[in-house]
């Protein structure tokens, strides 16, 4: 490859008829590439690329000659049946990757060696957040310190919540099969769903929660006056992922949707969509996450006409570009029931994932018969925001495991401070200090084992915890704590007061290291 690339061949494209063109391939004893062409239609045109004395069936385009190509790395190879099936010939697959610079190529090279090192899977194991098990492919086990992390996020989303004026509410986990068929689940996401029988009556296990905000809506008359109406829930919903598509906390098939669903008149939209643009900025500026907005449009497989998707696509597109953010368009990607914005955002190594999305529907109301009175005195279909800003908690646990690798903010640590007595002689005063901090609501560890110091230093920020005190007879005879931080070292002794207002006010601000 060296050499090919250093000469810089040239690459150049012709074409065969189909029956040509397995000729040309038989004489050249490639049997794959036979089998390939005698798949296409016999009208077809098959082009090949040649370059030097090689020569290869293709579809293109390539670049115009092999020297592009020169800033090259082979990253693995693995088996692979020819066309997929276990029937074949066994081959082997080289997967490699190149840039027009080489200092392009080193970065991703480095990118790809610090994401390794940050793979959620390795990071969830060590700092014993999650699991995974044979007995529950897909359905993530929190271990103790991740349901202190997944209750920490939770608390935090419950909070922006009520500030933005949102109710939560809790709809149940399965519902009958006449509820799916009606807002059209059934039909266009049965593949997806678990179902069971239950009195001779078909159910579904919830992939979604909407339904559940539509019945609760229609709980009782509204009027204009009620609108928007804001549901918060953080509902658990569990969609069938084919198993080779299962990966980590990214993709699961059981997980906690943080979702809300808005119902509103035609006239607030722009307003609602801007208020949920300000929250999504605000709790992705709190993790550090800049976003890009990609506006998805009407896909092939949708539900209502053609003018009610333009109007809902065009409202969401006056919605952003009125506070002055850009976007992009994704053509054809929208719910079935309607249009969306969704939002990228970019974790510390560039990497894009796509967690909040305000999804405009115009269809499920309807549906389901939903109406408020109008000031008119006259009876009106409200519009349906679906929106989510984690997107799902498992995922977003995923995405920030990988983004701090491991190293939570301190509100986020599921372990904010380690106490470690030096002595057995100060081991009752390194349990009241924790006691203390415990009462100030800061989650505290103790190590009071008869080991050396510096090995239980090394052990608690391999564990990633933003505070460790050492405790020895110096410090109790002066009345403090001395105090390393996860990132900047020995910070010296100090009161435990003024430690303890320190870390409680990093807590309280959310403040980020």
């Not at 918060?232 to 980590?248: D, I, N, W, Y």
């Not at 029931?337 to 970019?346: M, Q, R, T, V």
């Not at 050492?470 to 009345?479: H, L, P, Q, R, T």
Request: hydrophobic residues 35%; proline residues 4%.
């Amino acid at each position: 490859m060296k050499r090919i690339t250093k000469e810089g061949d040239e690459i150049t494209r012709f074409t065969l008829p189909r029956e040509e063109a397995i000729k040309y391939m038989k004489d050249k004893d490639e049997p794959f590439k036979v089998e390939l062409i005698e798949d296409l239609p016999e009208d077809a045109i098959i082009s090949f690329y040649k370059q030097g004395d090689f020569v290869d069936l293709c579809a293109g385009p390539h670049v115009e000659d092999t020297g592009k190509v020169k800033n090259f790395k082979l990253m693995s190879i693995a088996g692979a049946y020819w066309r997929g099936s276990e029937k074949n010939k066994m081959l082997q697959r080289i997967y490699g990757t190149a840039f027009e610079k080489k200092s392009e190529l080193d970065e991703y090279i480095t990118r790809i060696e610090e994401a390794k090192k940050r793979d959620h899977r390795k990071i969830g194991k060590e700092l014993g957040l999650f699991a995974f098990m044979d007995e529950g492919p897909g359905f993530p086990f929190y271990l103790p310190k991740g349901m202190v992390l997944k209750n920490t996020l939770i608390d935090y989303w419950r909070e922006v919540h009520k500030k933005w004026e949102y109710v939560e509410i809790s709809t149940p986990i399965m519902l009958n099969r006449s509820l799916w068929e009606r807002s059209g689940h059934w039909d266009h996401y049965k593949n997806n769903m678990y179902t069971t029988v239950i009195d001779d009556v078909d159910f579904a296990i919830k992939p979604m929660n909407c339904p559940g905000s539509i019945l609760v809506y229609g709980t009782e008359p509204r009027s204009y006056r009620d609108l928007p109406l804001r549901y918060g829930e953080l509902g658990l919903v569990h969609r069938h992922e084919k198993s080779g598509a299962l990966h980590g906390m990214f993709r699961v098939r059981c997980f906690t949707q943080d979702d809300a669903h808005i119902l509103l008149a035609k006239d607030q939209i722009k307003n609602e969509v801007i208020r949920i643009a300000s929250l999504f900025d605000e709790v992705y500026s709190m993790f550090g996450l800049p976003y890009t907005i990609e506006l998805s449009t009407m896909p092939e497989d949708h539900i209502g006409s053609v003018e009610d998707w333009d109007i809902a696509t065009a409202a969401l597109a006056d919605a952003i570009t009125s506070i002055g953010k850009e976007y992009v368009v994704n053509p054809g990607d929208g719910a079935f029931y309607g249009p969306k914005l969704d939002f990228h955002i970019s974790d510390c190594l560039g990497r894009t994932w796509q967690c909040g999305t305000i999804q405009l529907d115009y269809q499920l109301p309807g549906r389901f018969d939903l109406e408020y009175m109008g000031s008119d005195g006259m009876k009106h279909t409200p519009v349906m925001i679906h929106r989510v800003v984690f997107g799902s908690i498992e995922r977003f646990i995923g995405i920030i495991t990988e983004h701090f690798a491991g190293a939570f903010p301190t509100w986020l640590s599921p372990v904010q401070v380690k106490v470690m007595a030096m002595t057995d002689r100060t081991a009752e005063q390194a349990k009241g200090i924790a006691a203390e901090l415990e009462a100030a609501g800061v989650r505290v560890e103790t190590d009071l084992r008869n080991e050396k110091i510096g090995f239980k230093i090394r052990e608690a920020q391999m564990q990633k915890i933003p505070y460790m005190l050492i405790i020895g007879d110096k410090e109790v005879e002066n009345g403090v704590v001395a105090v390393r931080s996860r990132k900047g070292g020995d910070l010296g002794t100090m009161p435990l007061e003024d430690f303890k207002a320190k870390v409680v006010d990093e807590i309280k601000n959310r403040t980020r290291e």
